[in-house]
């Protein structure tokens, strides 16, 4: 399925750790030369350099942040230097900490949805002109259940996700005769660094041993189980493919049926 991705340039966000991460690997099997951009330094240049001993593919981690324009600009120009025209771009910069609404600040609301939503407009903004030209882009911005449904203590999250696949729906139509799709991935709780996080807080705050932390988020998945980061990298290998071209505008429920 992964043959016609071979030597194909692709930009990863947030790929240092969790389902970033293994996109990238997913990416990076099925052939893909990748820019991956991350806030750590050290971190992402790792996954590079691992990706490129075990895959022989061209890679190049590049530290910063998806917010920052600049920084942005100078990750594309210099991967489509090394690697080429993009071909594929994965948005899945961002992140979620939980406040009761009655508590949430301004600045917490402003963090969230910028980390999030407008990471994935300044990337995509950098990224897309090329596509366009080429005639050809997959685009897929890894949302969350999120943004399909509504979760206590995280509004700014659930509002920034609900944005992304805003954004993605109107973007997919914008594009759909120029040759690029846009479509998004969204995961229901997901075995990755972020959710032990947020076990960590349950855990703090109601005193369940990790386990029971680990059941109560699970519980939401009708098959009782966290999702994992490589079923979430499946499934935008699916969407990049050449062969994925009349999947366009979606946003693809990875959550065992907890959205339907």
Partial sequence: MSSGLKGQHA???????????????ALAAAGCNLTLLARGRDTVAEVANDLVQRYGVDAAGIAGDAIDAEAVGRAVRGGTDQHGVPAILINNAGGA?????????????DETLTANLTSTFIVTQAVLPAMLKEGYGRIVNVASTAGLKGYAYVAAYCAAKHGVIGL??????????KGVTVNAVCP??????????????????TGMPREQAIESLAAGN???????????????????????????????????????
């Fill in 188 to 205: 229901g709780y997901t075995d990755t660094p972020m959710l032990a996080g947020a076990i960590d807080t349950i855990m703090e705050k």
């Fill in 97 to 109: 900490t939980s406040v009761p609404f009655v508590k949430e600040s301004r600045t917490h609301w």
């Fill in 11 to 25: 930009i990863v966000t947030g790929a240092s750790r969790g389902i970033g991460a293994a996109v990238a690997e």
């Fill in 222 to 260: 009708p098959q009782g189980r966290l999702i994992t980061p490589q079923e979430v990298a499946d499934t935008v290998l699916w969407l990049v493919q050449p062969g994925s071209a009349s999947i366009n505008g979606q946003a693809v429920a990875v959550a065992g049926g907890e959205v339907m």
């Fill in 168 to 177: 993605t729906r109107a973007l997919a139509l914008e594009t759909a005769r």
